[in-house]
């Protein structure tokens, strides 16, 4: 099997559950990416600053990063992958998920990364609002992943659709 996994889609999607659950099948450090760009009170990590954390983190033999951030470090982890798995699930299923995850974490104050926290205001409200980012962004990943992944011929790409594509993912590794 793979050793540099990128796990990359929309939130919602499961990609920080089913990356751990890989890594710890494959015993590869697990990275989010989510945990090295935001820090306290939701500030972004500048983007010299998170690819030079993002070049730490994935300079090793293998590891399983969560995440895509095409926008602020392009094809960094892409390109230092030797696998892609592409959760893209249907959009009502990643919004239902997105929808329990993020009452759930609100409801308990859970705290994220860097002691953020999710809100209602922030999660359902506005053009930038989680859910509205998410839409966005499931079609945008739609449009744009499958001609990114063509540009990079040596990755194995697995695109998982269903939730019996992840569950059988990960029962064959």
């Known amino acids: ?14 990609k920080t559950t089913f990356s751990r659950a890989l890594a710890k099948r494959l015993g590869l450090p697990y990275v989010e990416l989510d945990a090295l760009n935001h820090g306290p009170n939701w500030t972004e990590a500048s983007d010299e600053d998170f690819r030079r954390a993002v070049e730490a983190a994935t300079d090793r033999d293998g590891w399983v990063a969560d995440g895509n951030y095409g926008r602020k470090i392009g094809d960094l982890v892409l ?29 308990r104050g859970e705290e994220l990364w860097s002691g953020n926290r999710e809100s209602w205001r922030g999660a359902f409200w506005g053009r930038d609002s989680l859910f509205a980012w998410t839409i966005r962004a499931h079609f945008r990943n739609r449009r744009r992943l499958p001609e990114q992944l063509e540009r990079l011929p040596e990755l194995r790409v697995y695109r998982l659709r269903s939730r019996t594509d992840v569950k059988r993912f990960l029962e064959n590794i």
């Not at 299923?93 to 009452?103: E, G, Y």
């Open 1 to 14: 099997m793979a050793r540099r996994i990128n796990v990359v889609g929309t939130s919602g999607n499961g």
């Open 79 to 107: 390109r230092q992958a030797d696998t892609v798995v592409w959760l893209d699930q249907p959009l009502p299923l990643v919004l239902w998920r997105l929808w329990r995850r993020t009452v759930r974490r609100i409801m």
